[in-house]
């Protein structure tokens, strides 16, 4: 990329030219960090209607943690439902993707496009017969039960994602295994895991991401004390009429802002490359 | 001979069971409720009453006939059109700022990819923080414009909500264009250059027509996503003000759970909206990719 580097002319004249570009890149890194400074800021700070009246403190939360079934039920519901995505994502993906990638099996073409089709289906087109259908597999108002569905969801992108991750491994790693004696489970289990665990830690990432943050899906299939934080907190902020508790809501969304903001920071790498992966197939 | 052929067979077998988890799910939470939702379509099923029996083509009728029906389907249409374009100029432009490899630009790419980790609903209850006319930061702005409540307004509630999803996605847009950008050869550049291609000669002649698949996927992806609008506009706006921002999705959930609690009804509209968007996709993979082989 060292292509276009050389339109430089004097230093000085350079120097010039390069200003405008860090006056308006700094303004828009501004603009992106501003809304989520602004409200971790907020949600620390004294607003009307809210516990905080003065000064800093941690009001708001104390009214989040109070509120009805309480914060802690809340999180505990969006982090139940987050594993059961992740695993069933996890598990499906690893399973499928070495399928699709290392046999030949009737049905194969036809299961993986269907895998892929799910893709094009609304959410709320599926969500709608989902009310119905989860009461006959008494999977309805659970936890377990949005899990899946939210896994569902995944399943385009993971089984894809698992299924190049699989490809990208030499045969020979797999029949190397076998010859000593493992047989095509042993040689998942004990070698080929290892070498698709990059992929597998994307496809988690996102699974977890998606399923953390979804609201749609337990909007419809859930209620109650079975809400999973951002569906008690839309919930929060209407029930209270007239009085929006614009505090205890941002308190909230930091809450659900911090594990994302860390999960992003610290394996950005991999979160990069899931979406890099999604490119390359178009 | 024989041995190796049984081996393949066993191996078949093998694969078969592999892939089994993923067919059953994929039967059981997507195939049955496919068919589950074409025969709720035509049948009068209530929310509470259940089902009450085959009423085939009514909900078809009753929902085409539904006076939010044109609304939704114009408002939804506008609102795919204003994000697409938006996205994918501010998507590219970003793309271009951040094209070279620097610390800073490496920075710059953390920054514009950080909202894409933070939910839709999140972000859209955060946004709803920052327009409102009790807390939020440009509320003496807005007042010195004439504007009370950015939400207030049908214009106001658009653009808001418009800015919140370039806000939230044009980091996405731009890490795929980034894929395609950086897939150009930097001496074609170069040549450009040496035979005197002014800076817009090069983006027009160049750089958009060899970017053309990332383009095409991000065009493909930014229109689904759009058309199948719901988390932001159903927690900042409610559809309103008075049905203006009332989304095709948002109109399924209304009519499922709130003005007609009919399944039925509901089911009808998501099977237009899933073959709509089929249909849609179709003719977009027709137009973009079949100019992309030339």
Do not use: F, H, N
């Given at each position: 990329m060292n292509s276009t580097r050389r339109r430089s002319g004097p230093p000085l004249l350079r120097g010039v030219i390069r200003t405008p570009y860090y006056v308006l890149t700094t303004g828009l890194a501004v603009i992106f960090l501003y809304p989520i400074l602004w409200t971790m800021i907020e949600s620390f700070s004294a607003q009307p209607?809210?516990?905080?009246?003065?000064?800093?403190?941690l009001g708001n939360y104390t009214t989040l943690v109070s509120y009805q079934a309480g914060l802690g039920v809340y999180l505990m519901n969006s982090l139940v439902i987050s594993l059961v995505a992740v695993l069933v994502t996890l598990v499906l993906s690893l399973l499928g993707g070495y399928a699709f990638a290392r046999f030949n099996f009737p049905g194969k073409n036809l299961l993986f496009l269907l895998t892929l089709s799910i893709?094009?289906?609304p959410y709320a087109t599926l969500l709608i017969p989902l009310v119905i259908w989860l009461k006959y597999l008494h999977l309805n108002n659970t936890l377990v039960g949005v899990g899946i569905v939210l896994a569902v969801f995944q399943l385009p992108f993971a089984v894809f994602m698992m299924r190049i991750s699989f490809e990208a491994i030499p045969r020979e790693v797999e029949e190397a295994a076998l010859i000593d004696g493992c047989g095509t489970f042993g040689a998942l289990r004990r070698v080929l895991i290892f070498a698709v665990k990059p992929g597998l830690i994307t496809v988690g990432i996102f699974a977890f991401l998606a399923a953390w943050n979804d609201f749609m899906v337990p909007l419809y299939l859930l209620g109650g004390d079975k809400q999973p934080l951002p569906l008690a907190l839309v919930n929060m902020r209407q029930q209270v009429m007239g009085v929006i508790d614009y505090g205890a809501t941002e308190a909230g969304v930091v809450v659900l802002m911090v594990p994302c903001v860390v999960l992003f920071l610290s394996l950005q790498r991999h979160y990069v490359r899931g979406f890099m992966s999604g490119a390359l197939k178009g | 001979m024989r041995t190796a052929r049984r081996r393949r067979l066993a191996r078949d077998r093998f694969g078969l069971a592999y892939a089994s988890p993923v067919a059953a799910v994929v039967a059981v939470f997507f195939v049955v409720p496919i068919l589950l939702v074409v025969y709720m379509s035509g049948t009068n099923w209530k929310l509470l009453g259940g089902n009450q029996g085959i009423n085939f083509p009514d909900n078809y009728g009753d929902v085409v006939d539904h006076r939010m029906f044109w609304p939704a389907v114009s408002f939804t249409l506008k609102y795919t059109v204003i994000a697409t374009v938006l996205l994918i100029a501010v998507g590219l432009g970003l793309a271009m700022l951040v094209q070279e490899t620097s610390r800073w630009r490496g920075l710059l790419r953390t920054a514009f990819l950080l909202p894409t980790a933070l939910g839709l609903a999140s972000s859209s209850l955060l946004f709803y923080s920052l327009y409102s006319p009790q807390v939020g930061p440009f509320n003496d702005f807005f007042k010195s414009i004439g504007i009370a409540s950015i939400l207030g307004s049908p214009n106001g509630a658009l653009w808001a909500t418009v800015f919140l999803i370039v806000w939230r996605y044009s980091g996405f847009y731009m890490l795929l264009l980034l894929v395609g950008l950086q897939g150009i050869s930097g001496e074609i550049y170069e040549a450009a250059r040496i035979d005197g291609a002014s800076p817009g000669q090069i983006f027009t002649r160049i750089t958009i027509p060899l970017l053309r698949p990332s383009l095409a996927l991000s065009i493909i992806m930014c229109v689904t996503g759009s058309l199948l609008a719901f988390d932001q506009f159903f927690i900042l706006t409610k559809g309103g003000p008075d049905g203006s921002t009332m989304t095709i999705v948002q109109l399924v959930y209304n009519l499922a759970f709130e003005s007609k609690r009919s399944l039925g009804l509901a089911a009808a509209l998501s099977v237009i909206a899933l073959v709509a968007l089929v249909v849609v996709n179709i003719f977009q993979l027709r137009v973009l990719r079949g100019k992309g082989d030339e």
């Open positions: 209607g809210s516990a905080q009246t003065d000064g800093y403190g893709l094009m289906v | -």
